[in-house]
């Protein structure tokens, strides 16, 4: 007795172990049990299988052999489909075949048999509910047990009634099994199916905000263009007025369209074309090209490139827009004025990029922040660039690693994958 139990705790955890596997493995959202991991699902199932014979239960006499090999083979031809479920068969059956006996003949019959139908029951299984699943799980256990017994009858003639007992039993043990093993599937898709649910509201959600914040922000640079050119239609003003106007007009149209950059490059993250970029020219060409607007606010820009020449893989417009949005940060972080200092460096197949400021600084929960949507410690802050550079740099596959220490300052450390 204490020998089957052992034997039958041992086939439980055979049987749940790939299925918790499963939970770890499977990327969040996944909706089909199985079906996305189809080969390693495959392999563990194998593994479980191959388990249950190896340590099967002892039950009474010799030539009765029993383990829960079914319930994997029988759940994989549901989950996974008919390929699937020949390949469980062969498992099986090699297996069976190598542990041998007289019961082998009927054990390999019963295992092509399941193999063989249940794949058609999948499409109707299915569509069934969570009750209706356990059930059809159920039954195809008991039928599948009950084929065994008859035809160990009717070929061997092997006596039912010695034996009911021990059938019973075993079909209420395999049953329960099966039935669990059900529930717990079932319970991780629907798992799934919420986390699916809830990433997708997640990101509508923030869509829907980009878009209002966008388009709030895009409303003032109109207001001020349509109010320029409503005074120019209502009044007569000098050339040199009208010039001051249209220069007005021009820089609202500018920050207007910046906006809906910083708005595209979030919204379609999908690369089209990517450049091969020399890392010491984008870097220190966006610090060349700031350096007249640092200075204007007493901030001096310095750039060192690497010796050699590096390439890094990426859209060569949005790196330097991440770029300027890191540099414009680092230079409103020093109000007072200070030095920025960008660094290129290379370590194996990495690329450094460091930028350096000398101002306020960030708390550890600032830094956290970062990247966040709409967060914003300025006046005048959008709370996009963040945001903007961290979807452009994790595009191009780099990483960024904050340091900053308040009253200090900060240095954004962006690594990214070498190219040859
Ligand atoms: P914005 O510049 O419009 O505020 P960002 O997304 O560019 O939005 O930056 C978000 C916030 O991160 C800033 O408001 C600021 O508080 C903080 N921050 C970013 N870079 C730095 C920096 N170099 N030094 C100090 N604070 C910074
Ligand atoms: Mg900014």
């Known amino acids: 007795m204490f020998e089957m139990m052992t034997g039958m705790i041992n086939n439980i955890f055979f049987i749940i172990f790939p299925i918790v596997l499963y939970q770890m493995l499977a990327g969040a959202g996944k909706r089909n049990f199985f079906v996305d991991y189809r080969v390693t699902m495959t392999i563990l199932f194998s593994i479980s299988i191959i388990l249950c014979m190896v340590f099967p239960y002892q039950i009474l006499t010799d030539d009765y052999i029993f383990d829960l090999r079914q319930v994997p083979l029988i759940v994989g031809a549901l989950y996974g489909g008919p390929v699937i479920s020949a390949v469980l068969f062969l498992v099986s059956a090699i297996g069976r075949i190598l542990i041998g006996g007289d019961g082998m003949y009927i054990a390999v019959l019963n295992l092509f048999v399941v193999a063989a139908g249940v794949p058609f029951l999948r499409p109707a299984y299915m569509r069934m509910s969570r009750g209706k699943k356990v ?22 003639g092997d006596p039912i009634h010695d034996i009911i007992n021990i059938w019973l039993m075993l079909m209420l043990n395999q049953g329960m099994m099966i039935v669990l093993t059900a529930l717990l599937i079932e319970h991780i898709v629907r798992q799934e199916l919420l986390l699916n649910t809830l990433m997708k509201h997640e990101k509508l959600e923030s869509v829907s905000h980009f878009a209002a914040a966008v388009s709030h922000e895009l409303r003032n640079p109109m207001q001020s263009i349509k109010g320029f050119i409503q005074l120019m239609q209502a009044y ?26 910083d708005y ?7 690369y089209g074309e990517l450049d091969r970029m020399s890392v010491n020219d984008e870097v220190c060409g966006v610090l060349k090209l700031l350096g007249p ?51 290129i460096k290379v370590q194996a197949s990495k690329v450094i990029v460091e930028i350096a400021d000398q101002g306020v600084g960030m708390t550890k929960e600032e830094v956290e922040r970062l990247g966040e949507p709409y967060f914003s410690n300025k006046i005048k802050g959008t709370g996009l660039g963040m945001m903007v550079t961290y ?13 900053s220490e308040k009253g200090l300052g900060t240095v954004f450390k962006l690594v990214f994958p070498r190219l040859e």
Request: proline content about 3%; aromatic content about 10%; charged content about 20%.
């Open 293 to 343: 607007y640092a200075n204007s606010l007493g901030v001096e820009l310095f750039c060192h490139p690497a010796e050699s020449e590096i390439y890094i893989r990426g859209d060569r417009q949005k790196f330097r827009q991440a770029m300027v949005n890191i540099i414009r940060n680092g230079v409103e972080s020093m109000p007072e004025g200070g030095e920025m200092i960008a660094r």
């Open 391 to 403: 979807s452009v740099i994790h595009q191009m596959k780099g990483i960024i690693i904050v340091n």
């Open 236 to 261: 007569d003003y000098s050339r040199d007025k009208q010039l001051e106007f249209h220069e007005t007009i021009l820089d609202e149209i500018n920050s207007a369209e910046s906006l809906i950059d």
């Open 135 to 156: 059930a059809t799980v159920f039954i195809i256990s008991i039928l599948s047990l009950l084929f065994n017994m008859f035809a160990g009858h009717l070929l061997f």
């Open 264 to 270: 595209l490059i979030y919204a379609k993250p999908v």
